[in-house]
């Protein structure tokens, strides 16, 4: 079992960066491959991206390529959201996920969840 705490999330403006955090606790970091969701208000909860258990491979939604990074220390047990020209509509709770699977853009396949951090964009 893994329990998730995101953290970085704040307020930002249309254009500007953010970098969220998702620190593991429990063993065996590396087992797991790790992913971010946002949800709005009103709104499912969305895919962002995915990194695979060593790092190696990434995959994003399209409307974040070359925008979001998702990087990974299996070292400190955190997974990273680095957000660039964020824009107003992207402004959620975003939510890291962790699942010893290979990874899934649908969000009820994903077992483990952090509590979310809030990142508002302001226009």
């Known amino acids: 079992q893994v329990q998730l705490v995101e953290s970085g999330g704040g307020l930002v403006q249309a254009g500007g960066s953010l970098r969220l955090s998702c620190v593991a606790s429990g063993r065996a970091f590396s087992r797991y491959a790790m992913a971010w969701f946002r949800q709005a208000p009103g709104k499912e909860r969305e895919f962002v991206g995915l990194i695979s258990k060593s790092g190696g491979s990434t995959y994003y939604t399209d409307s974040v390529k070359g925008r979001f990074t998702i990087s990974r220390d299996n070292a400190k047990n955190t997974v990273y959201l680095q957000m660039n020209s964020l824009r107003p509509e992207e402004t959620a709770v975003y939510y890291c996920?962790?699942?010893?699977?290979?990874?899934?853009?649908?969000?009820?396949?994903?077992?483990?969840w952090g509590q979310g951090t809030q990142v508002t964009v302001s226009s």
């Open positions: 996920a962790a699942d010893t699977a290979a990874g899934s853009v649908v969000a009820a396949q994903w077992e483990y």
